[in-house]
Structure formats: structure tokens, C-alpha cells
């Protein structure tokens, strides 16, 4: 029984070990965060401060790829979530090649179809309720810890809390 313990430890160990193989350096940036505020530059010097509480917008992270869960600002046109690739380097963190991902439900009886869609048109608006202006955005990492994370660009700056 004592050997039998001794082996499945050793196996939980092993798998442990396996599983965290691909480790990201991204640091506390991963995980889940609710957005709370876009505060949007304005050019007389005044901003525009949205406060997004209770629209439940989250931003997730992992590896390289994010996804906008846009809450109640969705739109028939960007779905249920957003995808994109960042990068995060040093006090930077960049987001870009944007994907909306949406469901449609067929006939009754049949299977949801999911639909990823690249975003390609520069002039997009659709994720200015985000703070991202067009189809990349750089943002300066001005605070990350365990509880809050303020990112800005020329656009906007984005308040977040971990979740």
C-alpha cells in the first residue's frame, strides 16, 4: 500500500511536470481582468472617461492570444468574443491581428455554427468601446500587479482589475 502511494505521487509529479512545460513569460499579465474605465485622449487636453463597470467587458490572456469578452457592449458585428495575438515586451504590450467569433444556430435540430472573422478593414470602429483604434494597438504598461493593470496609448487608457 506504502509503495502503491509512493508510485502515484510520483506519477502526479511527473505529470505536473509535463503539463507546465510550456511556460509563458508573461508574468502577472495572465489570467482574467475586467475592464472598468476607457479614458479616451481628447485633443483640447479634456478626457473622455467611459466607465465600463457594469457592462462586464473582460480581457483574457494567455500565451500569446487574448480574447475581449465584450459583455454589453457585443454588437452584432464583432459576436460574442473577440480574438487577437499580443505580444508583451518589457513595459509594452501589443495587441493585433483581431478575429470577431461569433455563433449562428441553424434550422431547428441542427448544430451552432461558429465563424471566426478576420478583421481587416483599417477604418474599423469596432473596438474603439475597448480603447483599440483601428487593427493594432500599443499600449504602455503602466501598472501590472496582482489586483490592477492601467495600460495606455495615444488612443485611450484602459483601466483593468484581475478577476
Not at 54 to 69: C, D, E, G, K, P
Not at 96 to 125: K, M
Request: hydrophobic share 40%; charged share 20%; aromatic share 8%.
Amino acid at each position: 500500500m506504502k509503495g502503491a502511494k509512493i508510485i502515484l505521487c510520483a506519477a502526479v509529479t511527473c505529470i505536473h511536470l509535463v503539463a507546465c512545460d510550456t511556460m509563458t513569460d508573461n508574468g502577472r499579465l495572465d489570467g482574467m481582468w475586467q475592464l472598468l474605465s476607457v479614458s479616451y485622449n481628447v485633443h483640447d487636453g479634456q478626457d473622455s472617461v467611459v466607465n465600463v463597470k457594469n457592462s462586464r467587458v473582460y480581457m483574457h490572456f494567455q500565451s500569446n492570444l487574448a480574447q475581449i469578452t465584450p459583455g454589453a457592449l457585443a454588437t452584432d458585428s464583432m459576436g460574442r468574443q473577440i480574438l487577437m495575438r499580443f505580444d508583451k515586451k518589457g513595459g509594452n504590450l501589443r495587441l493585433h491581428d483581431f478575429y470577431a467569433f461569433s455563433e449562428t444556430v441553424g434550422p431547428i435540430g441542427t448544430e451552432r455554427l461558429a465563424e471566426e472573422i478576420l478583421l481587416t478593414d483599417s477604418a474599423t470602429t469596432l473596438l474603439r468601446p475597448f480603447g483599440i483604434d483601428g487593427l493594432y494597438a500599443n499600449f504602455a504598461i503602466r501598472k501590472l500587479d496582482g489586483k490592477a493593470m492601467v495600460l495606455e496609448s495615444d488612443f485611450a487608457k484602459l483601466t483593468l482589475r484581475k478577476f
